[in-house]
């Protein structure tokens, strides 16, 4: 079972930018997926996540600004994240095996893929 993500980069606020993550192991359709983050000098974050039923959620942090998509054929997920600022900078994770409902707090996901970093800066 492993989580491969990729897409990370330097962007200047207000851009964008798109992960990717594939999973091998395992099909999309065995669980819930998503994306976490880690900022510097902070604890890790659930960022989004898309259930069995193609469900999403979101943090209210990137809510209107990040949206989540899979692509079941391809077995991959994405995060397509806009209108980016400073604070968006962070190491991403892909994660999953956790149930993927509106309290981004409380998601404990099983599986960890590693992290691909994103950096909003001018």
């Known amino acids: 079972v492993q989580l491969q993500a990729s897409g990370g980069g330097l962007v200047q606020p207000g851009g964008s930018l798109r992960l990717s993550c594939t999973a091998s192991?395992?099909?999309?359709?065995?669980?819930?997926i998503g994306w976490f983050r880690q900022a510097p000098g902070k604890e890790r974050e659930g960022v989004s996540c898309?259930?069995?039923?193609?469900?999403?959620h979101y943090a209210d942090s990137v809510k209107d600004r990040f949206t989540i998509s899979s692509d079941n054929a391809k077995n991959t997920v994405y995060l397509q994240m806009s209108s980016l600022k400073p604070e968006d900078t962070a190491v991403y994770y892909c994660?999953?095996?956790?149930?993927?409902?509106?309290?981004?707090?409380?998601?404990?996901?099983?599986?960890w893929g590693q992290g691909t970093l994103v950096t909003v800066s001018s």
């Open positions: 994660v999953s095996d956790f149930p993927c409902h509106p309290y981004s707090d409380t998601w404990n996901p099983y599986i």
């Open positions: 192991g395992f099909t999309l359709d065995s669980y819930a």
């Open positions: 898309i259930g069995s039923s193609d469900s999403t």
